[in-house]
């Protein structure tokens, strides 16, 4: 994570509760609400009838799906109960799991849901030092989707050591929980962001930027223009510290137990599906271009690859979809 990005997040999380924004729009009422869950920022911009209503809904349902499901920290929270050990799973849970355990076969253990011990012993966001060898190779040897079977509602572990990290497709099952009550409301209007992960909801089109890896948030490479969807974006610039001038961020091969190194900078991926489009930008990003390309279309989505080289590839539908801003990127073609 940038340096002094946990103090930060730490001043907004006590400043930004339930801020608002109102304005009129459409026939409904227009209402930004911004909170702090998912360890990071979300906002909700939503147009229906009672936006206070539904917007409050949105923050306290996100919050209970981090502190009461998902959430390996939490303690009281059904998967740091069940990690470990296994046993029954909510409905809620083992449908998420299903996903990623599905994610996690097809892209051939790129992604992987059980690399939590890996990932606790790099911290980003609390740790700013590389792991010791020997301790990398232990938690690898602890790793890997294999390790855990889910049968029906019941979770197995074959390795007491392994833990289930859902920090890769947490924001985008945020959306799904956002949108389920927006459903509900027969909210109009709303954009929902979760970190990296945004829902676009309502008729018309919508038009979401791919951020500047070397920018501000405000800049962009290019912008997507979308009916309603998710959109997530997995970018190496997004949590990282640097040691030894080296700079080690998030995104990890679970092969190695090491940051991705594959010349991609970012990866987007669109689907109706929040956790879906959550988990693929992950495994996209570790799979690189050809491969991530491969899984996307896979699965019927769209996916959007920003290189190093300022290169922009991007699966057919997402082409015309796509226009890109900064003219020192250019469109490429994979071969
Ligand atoms: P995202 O920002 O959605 O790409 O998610 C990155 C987060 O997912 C990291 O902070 C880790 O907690 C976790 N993670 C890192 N590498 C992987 C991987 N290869 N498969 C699954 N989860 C990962
Ligand atoms: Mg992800």
Known sequence: MKKKAGIVTAVLAAAVVAL??????????????????????????????DPEETTAQIEAEILALENGVISRHNP??????????????????????????????????????????????????????????????????????EKITLSGDVLTFNDESAVIDLGASGKGAALDTAKEILRNAKAERAVISVGGSILLYGEGDFTVG???????????????????????????????????GVRYHHI???????????????????????????????????????????????????AVFITENKEVYATANADSMLEINDKSYTRAVQK
């Open 20 to 49: 608002f924004i109102l304005s009129d729009a459409l026939g409904g009422k227009e209402i930004q609400r911004t909170f702090f869950a998912m360890d990071t920022l979300v906002t909700a911009k939503v147009t229906s009838a």
């Open 76 to 145: 009281d929270s059904e998967l740091a109960k069940l990690n470990g050990k296994g046993g029954e799973v909510s409905t809620e849970l083992s449908k998420m799991l299903a996903t990623l355990i599905d994610v996690s076969q097809k892209s051939k253990g790129a992604f992987d849901f059980a690399l939590g011990s890996v990932s606790d012993l790099w911290g980003f966001g609390k740790k700013t030092a590389v792991p010791e060898k020997e301790r990398l190779a232990d938690a690898l040897s602890h790793s890997g989707f």
């Open 210 to 244: 791919i951020r500047k890896p070397d920018g501000n948030s405000g800049e962009f490479v290019a912008t997507l223009k979308t009916k309603a969807c998710c959109v997530s974006t997995s970018g190496n610039y997004e949590r990282y510290f640097e040691e030894n």
């Open 252 to 302: 990890l091969d679970p092969k190695t137990g090491y940051p991705v190194s594959n010349g991609l900078v970012s990866v987007t991926v669109i689907s109706e599906n929040g956790l879906l489009s959550d988990a693929l930008s992950t495994a996209c990003f570790v799979l690189g271009v050809e491969e991530g390309m491969k899984l996307a279309e896979e699965y019927g989505c769209e």
